[in-house]
């Protein structure tokens, strides 16, 4: 599934709830797989950083929406950090690409504070052009 086929509602149905986490996830694989232009699902292996609590976790969900990625085929991998950021493979070119999010929508999240403003911040998110969320790094 492409990601710009995939709805808010449809993200919703397989995570359960919208939030802010959920949604930076699917936007960063998008991206990812559109800059590296890489195949989903098996041209693709993701890192992900910062992820292993509540609510951060929801990113993961996200990644694994957009980009096809999942544990089950082993080509996505969480490790621990005290920043979010991921890590993006090109497993056919084996060119790669590092995104983290600017220092604004870190502030951001740090404001949101009930389901409510979660809520609002996620639609937000999803209507914001992606250079405005993360900092991309290397693609080689």
């Not at 929801?58 to 979010?84: E, P």
């Amino acid at each position: 599934m492409k990601r710009q086929e995939i709805s808010l509602k449809q993200a919703i149905d397989f995570h359960g709830h919208l939030g802010p986490y959920l949604v930076l996830g699917l936007l960063m694989g998008d991206y990812a797989l559109k800059k590296l232009k890489a195949r989903a699902h098996f041209g693709l292996e993701v890192k992900v950083w910062g992820v292993n609590d509540k609510p951060q976790s929801c990113l993961v969900d996200g990644l694994q929406l957009s980009t096809g990625c999942t544990y089950g085929k082993g080509n996505i991998r969480k490790y621990n950090g005290r920043f979010i950021k991921a890590g993006f493979l090109n497993c056919d070119t084996n060119k790669s690409i590092g995104l983290a999010l600017r220092e604004k929508i870190i502030e951001k999240l740090s404001l949101v504070c009930d389901n409510q403003a979660s809520e609002k911040f996620a639609r937000e998110l999803f209507r914001m052009r992606v250079e405005d969320i993360f900092i991309a790094k290397n693609i080689v």
